[in-house]
């Protein structure tokens, strides 16, 4: 029968009609396609199914990577392409004006697959990260007032507390002499917060002595969503999710919702039992509750829990990152650790309190430059990809519509062109004569244009708080025998944690220095 069927001449007529009508003018684009993008700097080495991925160093070995990565600054300062199989190109651009090309638009976040978006969906569904279109048009306008200076105002009592816990944990490490992790106690305290300004929920994970289930699952999640994104053969949904790594993926995703499914119903319970609240501003998680559209419609159940998966994970995961790089580059930093110190100090003295209070925050200028100067180096997010929907020209090249595009923020943050001596920490970087002449464009770590960050000054000012009450209290240095490991997958953070050792110290007082 099978036999018969291969003599059959009906059948070699149709797939001769389907090469002609589907396959060769699919073959011709193709061609098409490498032909316009060959002018771009590339590798000159093409395999044909894997394309330029086999230059790649392994995926897993993350200075390597980044090495092979800045690499690319040697062959064209401005982008790069990378062919992903013979059948995908993604172009990387880092440079100023070519990023802002692509960050002013409006290009989705493209949702194929193995696309970074595409592979976290099941844990944060279609959250403000990951939608595009009307849906997070609705949802972005929604959500803009929740972080309104009102808003974020009464937070930095949130983050002082916070803060006060972790310190107590770091003098009990302090004082036995040993060196430590701080990105986990980061993690601690950066969900604490997270929780509680957002969805007035306090679980006080700091003085956990036990695993916490849910930090847990966040961590594997995270690994896991990096590990498939360096996995080609898991961006197939069929294969991910019958592999030991899908399975994972999925069991962590389900305690993730049931979490936040538990502090949903618990505020509806509350809003339900005393009414909308009394205070003049809506928090993160009331705003969702009690969102109406036009027609009175309501958020679904499915689209509250998507946004409290998001803002759980980018609310902790970016910032606890960020101070951890922070605290690495200053132990690593004396003169600009004492130079921070001196102005905590100088800010605290005379004080009661060390706390440091909501007008304190602009006054942190040299601590501000340290954080933006870390971002700088070892920004969380370490790119941002969009698709196009028309055709650009980008340095004269016709790049077609359905081309991935990637903002290199690695690479762009350390081009020689924009940034002398690129790999040298330099806070003064951005003091403000010297950040005037710079492109607005050249340093964006929380994104720029319509999709920024909504979360960028609620960010700044709780990294502000976290690292100047660190400084305040300790003097750092780093462990030589735990040097850091960057690794950049979904999440620009030291595989290895960031090992230092904290000695209690005794602020400065101006008057008697001088
Ligand atoms: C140092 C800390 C942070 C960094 C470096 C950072 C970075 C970024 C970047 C680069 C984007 C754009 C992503 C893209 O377009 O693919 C983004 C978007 C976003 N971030 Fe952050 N973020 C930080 C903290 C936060 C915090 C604390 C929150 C929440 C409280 C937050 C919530 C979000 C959300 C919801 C989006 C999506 C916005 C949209 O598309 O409308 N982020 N962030």
Not at 185 to 212: G, H, Y
Not at 291 to 300: I, R, V
Request: with cysteine; hydrophobic share 40%; glycine share 6%.
């Amino acid at each position: 029968m099978i036999i018969e069927l291969l003599f059959s001449p009906i059948l070699w007529l149709t797939l001769v009609v389907v090469c002609i009508v589907k396959v060769v003018p699919w073959f011709l684009r193709l061609r098409q396609l490498h032909k316009k993008l060959s002018g771009l700097p590339s590798e000159k080495d093409f395999s044909l199914v894997l394309g330029t991925l086999h230059k790649f160093p392994d995926q897993n070995d993350g200075p390597a990577l980044l090495k092979y990565e800045l690499g690319w600054l040697n062959t064209s300062r401005r982008m790069f392409l990378v062919w992903a199989t013979s059948l995908r190109p993604i172009l990387f651009v880092y440079h100023p004006h070519l990023a802002k090309m692509i960050l002013q638009s409006s290009e989705p976040k493209p949702m194929g697959f193995g696309d970074v978006m595409a592979s976290i969906k099941p844990w944060v569904g279609e959250g403000l990260v990951t939608s595009n279109g009307s849906h997070w048009q609705r949802h972005r306008h929604l959500l803009t007032p929740a972080f309104h200076f009102d808003i974020l105002r009464p937070y930095v009592d949130i983050f002082n507390n916070a803060a006060d816990i972790m310190l107590e944990k770091i003098g009990e490490l302090a004082d036995k002499g040993e060196s430590f992790d701080i990105y986990p106690l980061l993690k601690k305290c950066t969900i604490d917060i997270i929780l509680k300004c957002a969805m007035s929920v306090d679980l006080d994970i700091q003085r956990q002595t036990e695993e916490v289930p849910y930090m847990k699952s966040c961590e594997r999640l995270a690994t896991l969503w990096g590990d498939r994104l360096s996995t080609p053969l898991h961006y197939i949904d069929w294969i991910f999710e019958r592999s030991a790594a899908g399975q994972e993926f999925m069991q962590h995703c389900d305690l993730v919702h049931t979490f936040a499914e538990n502090i949903i119903n618990k505020r509806r319970q509350t809003l339900e039992k005393e009414g909308p609240p009394k205070k003049r501003y809506l928090d993160f998680v009331d705003i969702l509750l009690t969102a109406k559209d036009e027609s009175g419609q309501g958020l679904s159940a499915t689209d509250i829990r998507s946004e409290v998966d998001t803002f759980l994970f980018a609310g902790h995961e970016t910032s606890s990152t960020a101070t951890s790089w922070l605290l690495h580059l200053l132990s690593e930093n004396q003169d600009c650790q004492e130079r921070a110190q001196q102005e905590v100090d100088n800010i605290l003295n005379g004080r009661d309190s060390t706390d440091i209070a909501w007008s304190d925050l602009p006054k942190l200028e040299y601590v501000s430059c340290c954080i933006k100067e870390t971002l700088r180096l070892y920004p969380p997010a370490p790119g941002i990809v969009r698709i196009l929907t028309k055709d650009v020209t980008m340095d004269g090249v016709e790049v077609p519509s359905g081309t991935r595009v990637g903002v290199l923020l690695i690479l762009m943050h350390r081009n020689p062109e924009i940034f002398p001596d690129p790999d040298q920490f330099q806070p003064d970087r951005f003091t403000k004569a010297n950040s005037q002449a710079r492109d607005p464009f050249a340093f964006a770590p929380f994104s720029a244009g319509p999709r920024n960050c909504i979360g960028q000054n609620f960010a700044n000012n709780e990294m502000k708080v976290l690292a100047s009450k660190i400084l305040h209290k300790f003097h750092l240095t780093g462990d030589p025998a735990r040097p850091v490991r960057p690794i950049s997958k979904a999440i620009f953070h030291s595989e290895s944690g960031v090992w230092l050792f904290a000695k209690r110290r005794t602020p400065s007082h101006p008057a008697a220095d001088s």
